[in-house]
């Protein structure tokens, strides 16, 4: 019952912004955790940020601090991942996901997937 389709994703040169967006059916939004992850040619899937379902906390990596930001609209069950200054690393597939556990940096911990968003950065 629960789906994840994320989309927003495309190919833009470095310095451009992406806003990635992830539309939810299926949960009640305000009790999971969302989440973005995102996996490179070569690399294992990594968490790129977060936002919890109760009390809205944010969470990012290291990599996303001043560029990226996590927001939703509760009213449309859509959570966006806003990517500025993107650079050539960043270029990877981008996926939504959802928990309703605690761990949120942690890919185990979330149960639904989107299919991924293909992001590319030329330089």
């Known amino acids: 019952q629960v789906q994840l389709v994320d989309s927003g994703g495309g190919f833009v040169q470095a310095g451009d912004s992406l806003r990635l967006s992830c539309a939810a059916s299926?949960?009640?939004?305000?009790?999971?955790?969302m989440g973005w992850f995102r996996q490179a040619p070569g690399k294992e899937r990594e968490f790129v940020a977060a936002?919890?379902?109760?009390?809205?906390?944010?969470y990012y990596a290291d990599f996303a601090k001043g560029r990226f930001t996590i927001s939703r609209d509760s009213a449309k069950n859509t959570v966006y991942l806003q990517m500025n200054s993107l650079k050539p690393e960043d270029t990877a597939v981008y996926y939504c996901?959802?928990?309703?556990?605690?761990?949120?940096?942690?890919?185990?911990?979330?149960?639904?997937w989107g299919r991924g968003t293909q992001v590319t950065v030329s330089s």
């Open positions: 299926g949960l009640t939004f305000s009790s999971y955790t």
């Open positions: 936002i919890r379902g109760v009390n809205a906390i944010i």
């Open positions: 996901a959802t928990s309703g556990r605690s761990a949120v940096r942690a890919i185990g911990t979330y149960e639904y």
